[in-house]
């Protein structure tokens, strides 16, 4: 499957990407209730008990507005020269039965196809290798988010780092778990071809706990749903990320749900929450990574949070790999987060797709 090869973002698809409707409309409406794609964050649970150790991460920081910023991200130093880190994963597929008999299963086929979710998510660029050149410039062939974070630190990967990799490793398909919803925890709705869960995340939050229980505190838990979003006062959080324990040892958590085409008016479907919430764990794993306010996006108002998948939730490219073609999320460098004037990502860029022309700032 690694051979397998999608060139993708190159310079002359460029013009096309920036003019559609994923950029006009870019939260993404729900189309089968109220509603519009988001994603969140919880706060860490300080109260957890993690096993020994962590992801590998290292520490930076930056100046902004005369204020020093300082964040953690996976892997290791980019300014430190070529060096690779894998890091190991676990999916743990959730299974969502509802009171109406609904049940939305990621070990079986997708609606309309003969492939489990999980085989999809295994086969997608997420944990495979393609080719990736926005702008025409190789950042290399690789899995989307290492090839967004190689784009991200351009400024040393194409000089002194040209073997700077930080990569999530072959995963370990746990046993599903079946989680069955009170009916005033959540609720199936119709949706364009299987259903649609809808789940409290308040119902979710209280299970997770036990549901991370005994995974080592190096692994990442990468908790998978089908078609099943979180509600908090409405839907739709198609994922989060989470971390549990204290430092040096903690845990930290994906949870994402991949989702058939035509939930939302913008193409947000199968691995487009998996590849946002994967970059947003990457570059803020302990969920403390503070920036210079921003807005945009999913954020009407003011965010100081790094988190590089909500300004742009909802533009999408595509990837065609493994005989399926995957709709993975823009992400922004940290350039844009810095309000830096000149950017040192690829192609002197704020985004992987080149979606904003610079910083955008709180008013």
């Known amino acids: 499957m690694r ?43 300080r109260d957890f008990e993690a096993n020994a150790g962590t992801v590998q991460n290292w520490q930076g ?39 109406d008999g609904t049940v939305l299963d990621p070990t079986q086929a997708a609606c309309g196809t003969n492939t489990s979710t999980v085989t999809s ?60 919803v009170p009916s005033n925890s959540g ?23 036990q549901l991370t229980r005994g995974i080592p505190s190096t692994t990442l838990p990468l ?10 006062g409405g839907c739709c959080i198609l994922g989060f990320h989470t971390a549990s324990g204290r430092a040096p040892n903690q845990l930290t958590i994906a949870v994402a749900a991949y989702s058939d085409p035509g939930i939302f008016n913008v193409p947000i479907q199968d691995i487009h929450a998996l590849s946002h919430e994967i970059a947003e764990w990457m570059d803020d794993p302990f969920i403390n990574n503070t920036v210079p306010g921003w807005t945009g996006g999913q954020v009407s108002g003011c965010s100081t949070i790094l988190e590089v998948g909500d300004p742009v939730t909802g533009t999408a490219f595509q990837v065609t790999l493994n005989g399926q073609t995957y709709n993975p999320e823009d992400l922004v460098f940290l350039p844009w987060f810095e309000k830096a004037p000149t950017s040192f990502s690829v192609n002197g860029w704020y985004t992987f797709l ?7 700032n709180c008013n």
Request: net charge positive; proline share 7%.
């Open 3 to 45: 051979n397998s090869l999608a060139r993708v973002l190159a310079a002359c698809c460029l013009a096309a990407w920036a003019a559609s409707p994923a950029l006009a409309e870019p939260r993404g409406r729900f189309l089968f209730g109220d509603g519009q794609a988001m994603f969140t964050t919880l706060d860490p649970d």
């Open 121 to 180: 998510v295994i086969n997608s660029p997420i944990f495979q290798s393609t080719t990736f050149s926005p702008g025409g410039t190789n950042v290399g062939n690789t899995q989307y988010v290492d090839a967004f974070q190689r784009a991200n630190f351009w400024n040393f990967v194409s000089t002194s780092a040209p073997n700077y990799h930080v990569l999530l490793g072959t995963p370990q398909v746990m046993p599903a778990v079946t989680l069955v």
């Open 61 to 99: 920081s930056f100046t902004a507005n005369g204020s020093t910023f300082t964040f953690k991200m996976v892997g290791t130093d980019p300014s430190l020269g070529s060096q690779t880190t894998i890091v190991p994963v676990q999916i743990i597929p959730l299974v969502f039965q509802f009171s």
């Open 187 to 209: 609720n199936a709705v119709n949706g364009p071809c299987a259903k649609i869960g809808e789940v409290k995340i308040s119902y979710f939050q209280r299970q997770l706990r």
């Open 223 to 232: 908790f998978l749903t089908y078609n099943t979003f979180f509600t908090q």
């Open 354 to 360: 080149n979606t904003f022309a610079g910083p955008v």
